[in-house]
């Protein structure tokens, strides 16, 4: 019984590469509409191409895709959505989008470090790194899609530098208020 459902498989796998290479044709096929040509004219001349310059082909078109005007490296995507899982993990994607708005921000503003590792990491900034959170941080989904739709531009207009979730703070008092996206309040100056 075995060895007749194997030779089954055989053939129908076979009947399928038949099929696969020796297509049904039309049956008003006509002889003289074949053109034969030399077997030299017949392939395509083709460039060969090492594996070194598919890699910076590849480098090249994802240095195309830039967020905020500059690249983020995926070391870097990971510190974003590491510092935002810390900051806002329980406020949604949209909360954690805030807070990688900022930190980009912070990168293009002059008064702040010029890498997104350096804004992360001044001294006093932001509380999960002190506390530690920071490096307990696992991306979900929704900080996935937070990041998603940072790259896509979705929060290019975000003019947010602050932000901040306590009662009294620097903040509330020297910057303008732009809203609340969960428990954080955010603010530009």
């Known amino acids: 019984m075995r060895r ?10 076979l009947a399928f590469l038949g099929l696969l290479l020796f297509p049904v044709t039309n049956s008003s096929f006509n002889e003289k ?3 034969y040509e030399p077997v030299e004219k017949q392939i ?3 460039k060969e191409i090492s594996t070194q310059e598919i890699m910076d082909k590849l480098v090249r078109e994802s240095k195309e895709e830039c967020i905020k005007g500059f690249e983020i490296t995926y070391d870097e995507a990971q510190m974003l959505m590491r510092i935002a899982m810390a900051e806002a993990g329980a406020d949604g994607k949209d909360g954690m989008a805030m807070v990688m708005a900022v930190v980009l921000n912070r990168v293009n503003d002059d008064r ?3 890498s997104i590792e350096k804004v992360i990491f001044q001294d006093g900034q932001f509380s999960p790194i002190s506390d530690g959170r920071y490096y307990k941080a696992e991306p979900d989904v929704e900080c996935h899609l937070a990041l ?3 790259e896509m531009g979705n929060y290019d207009n975000v003019d947010a530098l602050y932000f901040e979730n306590a009662s009294e703070s620097w903040q509330s ?3 303008i208020y732009l809203g609340t996206v969960g428990h954080h309040r955010f603010y530009k100056n």
Do not use: M, R, T
């Open 44 to 46: 395509k001349p083709y």
């Open 148 to 150: 998603a739709e940072i």
């Open 112 to 114: 702040f470090p010029d």
């Open 4 to 13: 007749v459902f194997a030779w089954g498989i055989i053939f129908a796998y």
């Open 173 to 175: 008092c020297n910057c």
């Open 33 to 35: 509409e074949l053109k």
